[in-house]
């Protein structure tokens, strides 16, 4: 029988989220339900909720940074066991027979991968987040969170630490390489942790000066105001990838001209408006300008290895889920250092 849980729920574009029931369903043969411990709160929770993205199936669980426990198993899991520390990350499935499916980049399915909220399941439901106290997910994209890792900060690292990770990795950020860094936010720290474990020199492009203390802390080598104009005289041609975290409007030609020749900036954030490209801003220096989501499977286990080999988490600020709509409008604010994770027992 499905299982009844507690979840706090957006109801409409223009209201707060609201303490709700959701109904989990029952475990089949492949199976695992997990008992959710911390549920981090990313900014595309809130642009889904809003609507600013499209389209939602209210009411709405939103949350895919999930960090907890295994509860229960199907018959024929061989992946996890009850007890194991484990991860829900931005899909719960995929066609698992497409070229990128087969090849093991799930995050690329050409049917399009179920994603952990307002997705629409195999069985037509809609999936629901992590913002609940349970969830229940197909094995094959569960992943397993090293001992050496605390739940809590362990859990954005499910988006914030894989949507940085999987670029730094493709892109090859290592010893001798140049990477930036835009954006000092819940993405941007954890681009900074990784870039730096990686062997990268690290640059952070920033607003303002005004994290600076923090960035140098987590790993950058430099730091730098992009409202100062000379920034773009000092920083030109100089990095082999810049990393743009950012989910806002920015002259994205100025940041062109920060590459070296063969440099390589990746979008990860996304803004809701255009981000328009001179031609000119790449030929001169055979730059190029990419995207990148989540990782696969394998590599947001491999990146959660990492991050316990190097003792890297996220920086967190743990909040009852009664505090959620207050954490949200402080997220809207760039009020947080610099993940709001969700203690869910709280919602017992």
């Not at 989990?24 to 911390?38: C, N, S, T």
């Not at 981090?40 to 426990?69: F, K, M, N, Q």
């Not at 991968?113 to 809609?126: E, K």
């Not at 390489?177 to 952070?204: I, N, P, R, S, Y």
Request: glycine letters at 10%.
């Amino acid at each position: 029988m499905p299982t009844t849980v507690n979840a706090y729920a957006a109801t409409a574009p223009d209201q707060p989220l609201t303490r709700t029931t959701i109904e989990r369903r029952d475990v089949g043969p492949h199976d695992v339900r997990i008992e959710i411990a911390f549920a981090g709160v990313c900014h595309s929770d809130i642009h889904t909720a809003r609507a600013e993205w499209g389209p939602v199936p209210y009411p709405l669980v939103v949350g895919h940074e999930i960090a907890g426990t295994v509860a229960e198993v199907g018959s024929e899991v061989t992946k996890v066991a009850v007890g194991d520390r484990v991860g829900v990350g931005c899909m719960v499935d995929s066609c698992r027979e497409c070229e990128q499916c087969v090849a093991g980049r799930e995050q690329y399915c050409l049917e399009g991968n179920i994603p952990t909220y307002a997705g629409t399941d195999r069985d037509g439901s809609v999936t629901h987040g992590g913002y609940s106290q349970q969830v229940v997910v197909t094995e094959g994209f569960v992943v397993r969170i090293p001992d050496g890792l605390d739940l809590d900060v362990a859990a954005p690292l499910l988006c914030a630490g894989i949507t940085t990770y999987s670029p730094l990795r493709h892109w090859g950020a290592g010893p001798g390489t140049k990477v930036a860094v835009v954006g000092m936010g819940g993405l941007g720290h954890m681009g900074v942790k990784l870039a730096h474990a990686m062997g990268a020199e690290v640059t952070v492009l920033s607003q303002s000066l005004k994290k600076q203390e923090d960035g140098l802390r987590l790993g950058a080598d430099a730091y730098y105001a992009t409202s100062d104009p000379e920034t773009f005289t000092e920083l030109a041609n100089r990095f082999d990838l810049i990393i743009n975290t950012v989910s806002a409007e920015i002259d994205v030609n100025a940041y062109l001209s920060l590459l070296a020749v063969d440099g390589t900036m990746v979008n990860v954030g996304a803004p809701p408006q255009p981000l328009p490209v001179k031609a000119f801003s790449l030929i001169p220096f055979r730059r190029s300008f990419a995207g990148s989501t989540i990782g696969s499977i394998a590599e947001t286990q491999e990146m959660l290895d990492f991050c316990a080999e190097h003792g890297l988490g996220a920086e967190i600020e743990v909040i009852p889920a009664d505090q959620v709509n207050e954490a949200w409008e402080r997220v809207i604010a760039s009020d947080v250092r610099y993940r709001f994770v969700i203690d869910t027992s709280t919602l017992a």
